[in-house]
């Protein structure tokens, strides 16, 4: 179970965009991830791997954590919603939750749970 200031570190990382560090600092290196029903990767390194392909294609991106944090033992729930700005000028926003394992202080399984319509780039609409 993630103590209250780990779990704050670890939003305040996410919130300033350092997608790849969190990564790195907060989960373990054997932890599984999961895209709704797609297969699991496993390892930090194959996530940090997805991170970095994923970001090498952002312009720009906004990351918020909409609170509550839900926290059940060794169990938490988020509420995400990002804003990606790609290269190509197309945007994607995309909410979701994260369903953790926590195991000590680092996340040892994580599922994503999103709408995958959301995924699909889109142009922006100017008002």
Same mark, same amino acid.
């Given at each position: 179970?993630? =103590? /209250?200031e780990?779990?704050?570190? %670890?939003?305040?990382r996410?919130e300033?965009n350092?997608?790849?560090?969190a990564v790195? $600092?907060?989960?373990?290196?054997?932890?599984t991830?999961?895209?709704?029903?797609?297969p699991?990767?496993?390892?930090?390194d194959?996530?940090?791997?997805?991170?970095?392909?994923v970001?090498?294609r952002?312009?720009?991106?906004? =990351? /918020?954590?909409?609170?509550?944090? %839900?926290?059940?033992?060794d169990?938490?729930v988020i509420?995400?919603?990002?804003?990606? $700005?790609?290269?190509?000028?197309?945007?994607?926003h995309l909410e979701?939750?994260?369903y953790?394992?926590?195991?000590d202080?680092?996340?040892v399984?994580?599922?994503?749970?999103?709408d995958?319509?959301q995924?699909?780039?889109?142009v922006?609409?100017k008002?």
């Open positions: 179970m993630p =103590s /209250k780990t779990l704050e570190k %670890f939003i305040t996410v300033a350092a997608h790849i560090e790195e $600092e907060f989960y373990a290196e054997d932890a991830m999961q895209e709704n029903n797609e699991l990767r496993f390892g930090r194959a996530h940090v791997a997805n991170e970095r392909k970001m090498a952002v312009k720009s991106l906004k =990351s /918020k954590c909409v609170r509550p944090v %839900f926290v059940e033992g169990k938490v509420r995400w919603i990002f804003h990606f $700005e790609w290269l190509d000028g197309t945007v994607t979701e939750l994260a953790q394992r926590w195991q202080e680092r996340i399984e994580e599922t994503f749970f999103y995958p319509a995924r699909v780039p889109h922006e609409e008002y």
